[in-house]
C-alpha cells in the first residue's frame, strides 16, 4: 500500500492519522507541492490523480483519490478500531469535520 502525500496538507494528514490508527503498514511517497514548480503537476503524478491533488492511496489495482473516501475503504477493509460510529447521524457528524 501507497500513501502519496505532502507533509503540509491536512487531507493528506487526515489519511495518515487513519492508517496509525488502523496501524496499517504503508508506504509513504512524498510529493512535494511546491519544489520545482509542484510535483503533483509531473505526467507521472496525473497519471494517479488527473486533478492533482494529495492524496492518493494505492493498495494493489485500487487508486482512491480524496481522504474521506480513503478513510471509509480503511474503515471497511480494516474494521477494528473503527474510526466512523455507527449510527447515521454520528457518521454525518464526523464527515461534517
Known sequence: MKLYTYWRSSSAYR???????KDVEYESVPVHLVKDGGQQK???????????????????????????AIIEYLDEKYP???????????RARVRGL
Not at 489519511?15 to 490508527?21: D, K, Q, S, W
Not at 509531473?42 to 474521506?68: C, I, W
Not at 473503527?82 to 447515521?88: G, V, W
Open 15 to 21: 489519511v495518515r492519522i487513519a492508517l496509525n490508527l
Open 80 to 90: 477494528r478500531p473503527p474510526l466512523l460510529p455507527e449510527s447515521a447521524k454520528g
Open 42 to 68: 509531473s505526467a507521472e503524478y496525473l497519471k494517479l490523480n488527473p486533478q492533482g491533488l494529495v492524496p492518493v492511496l494505492v493498495d494493489g489495482d485500487t487508486v482512491l483519490r480524496q481522504s474521506l
